[in-house]
């Protein structure tokens, strides 16, 4: 299964919408520090609803511990509305990591330059899509391409 990584997510109930789809489709996901609310925040329990005994996540005090952790040889890819390659163009791994940034800024430059950088179509007049129906749609295009036996 593919990894979601939330880089510094700032909206808890988009952390908790995304725990959601992590649990409904057994992915793993990795939340890095600082976040924008507190981790016992009412709102991303009521957004995780009680789901979040089967959300297998781990934390990461920062960017470099979650490098640190990060396996060697370990793919990620960066999603960015100011990527130029689409997510449709990547034939994706079923262990890829899929990182995402803060709602409000997107990745840091320094993040995008690290990674190949990729991002979900829209051709209408929007900037961007939400947090959680992004990472969805990412992962689900993953589960696509490497169906299970």
């Given at each position: 299964?593919?990894?979601i990584?939330?880089?510094?997510?700032?909206?808890?109930?988009?952390v908790?919408?995304?725990?959601?789809?992590?649990?409904?489709?057994?992915?793993?996901?990795?939340?890095?520090r600082?976040?924008g609310?507190?981790?016992?925040?009412p709102?991303l329990?009521?957004?995780?609803?009680?789901?979040?005994?089967h959300?297998?996540y781990v934390?990461h005090?920062s960017?470099t511990a979650f490098?640190?952790?990060?396996?060697?040889?370990?793919?990620?890819?960066?999603?960015?509305?100011?990527?130029?390659?689409?997510?449709?163009?990547?034939?994706f791994?079923?262990?890829?990591y899929?990182?995402f940034?803060?709602?409000?800024?997107?990745?840091?430059q320094?993040?995008?330059?690290?990674?190949p950088?990729?991002?979900?179509?829209?051709?209408?007049?929007?900037?961007?899509?939400n947090?959680?129906?992004?990472?969805g749609?990412?992962?689900?295009e993953?589960l696509r391409?490497?169906?299970?036996?």
């Amino acid at each position: 299964m593919p990894r979601i990584v939330l880089y510094e997510p700032e909206i808890p109930q988009n952390v908790g919408n995304v725990a959601r789809t992590a649990a409904a489709t057994r992915t793993e996901l990795h939340l890095v520090r600082p976040f924008g609310f507190r981790w016992g925040d009412p709102r991303l329990k009521r957004a995780g609803l009680d789901y979040w005994p089967h959300v297998r996540y781990v934390l990461h005090d920062s960017w470099t511990a979650f490098l640190e952790a990060l396996p060697a040889g370990a793919r990620v890819w960066a999603f960015s509305t100011k990527a130029e390659r689409s997510l449709y163009e990547v034939r994706f791994h079923p262990d890829d990591y899929l990182l995402f940034g803060p709602e409000t800024r997107g990745l840091p430059q320094a993040v995008l330059a690290r990674f190949p950088a990729l991002r979900i179509p829209m051709p209408g007049p929007v900037r961007s899509l939400n947090l959680a129906v992004s990472v969805g749609v990412a992962v689900y295009e993953v589960l696509r391409q490497n169906p299970e036996p």
